[in-house]
């Protein structure tokens, strides 16, 4: 059970593991464009001086340098959109326009993964807001175009850069159509895996609790025991049980009726349960038997966390509500030992609780 937890929880999205991956692909995708220029600079066909070369790329890296550092940071966490996903197209919208307006012969090529850009962006923008960057997208490389062909008009062909235009437009328009479904998808794959992993811990809840009192069930309680002594094996770490038993719990039954004897079941749970330290675990074994695991906590330990259960219960009183006027508890303490397993730690506790019962009950003993 709790295997299939865990699965379900891997396959539920991590937002901060998101935004890393995120991140990293946004850089993945400006390096790729950066290489792609400094290539077409070095073969002659970027038609812009080195000193503008140098200030253009420590602008694009700079500002995106803090868009990661802002992902990194988790300050974007708090965000309705902590991806910043329209920041980040609209950066690559102005880089990509901004190299593809210094590249004539292969402008297409230079504003290619743009198209990247807005594949990454699709898994968070909505359907509308893809079509509307696609379409600023093709606006950009209009105005672009137009500034080329302004600056130089006799190197270029007007119907060979408007064809250029059209299929540009035409795959953004595409992507930001494909994406918008993307992103309806991946939210549809979040809402589920977030109910499937709902689902599993209800499951699970009731593989572990009582129907009863809600507390641990004995198969649970015996799970816990079993951590604990690999702890005190491994770390020396101790810890000790008492086994709890209502007295006289068959003449409730008996007398006042099963409901009543269900009421005084329930009612010990909560007293018990508001008085737990943290880390302490509490559960029922069966009937009217409970234990009390206790975490970092020996002998002389347990038997005050007994005391102080048993005295507290002892104020508890039904008789003005038609039930039974007190039930008083007996309780058997065992600490660890190295050599005990965990039927031998409970048998111990066991010894403890019938010495209580023979005693006269109403009181803690230990083995």
Known sequence: MNQDLRQAQRFTLNERRLLKRHGRSAIAIMAMHTLLCVLYFRQGYLQISIESGLMLLAGVWGSLLVYQLLLVSGWTIKLREPSLSLFLILHFTLVFMISGYYVDEFRLSAVTLYFAGLLLVSFRLSGKAMVAVAVLGSASYAVMLWLALNDRWIQLSFS???LQWLVFSMIAISFAITGGGINRL???????????????????EMAIRDDLTGLFNRRHLLEIMERQRALALRKKLPFAVCYVDLDHFKQINDRFGHEWGDRVLRRFSQVAMAGMRDGDYFGRLGGEEFLLILPQSDELGAVRVAERLRKRWREESFGAEGGPANVSLSIGVAAYRDSDTIDTLINRADEGLYKAKSGGRDQSQVA
């Open 186 to 204: 991946r939210n549809t794959l979040e809402d589920k895996n977030r109910e499937l992993a709902k689902a599993v811990e209800q499951v699970r």
């Open 160 to 162: 060979v850069e408007a």
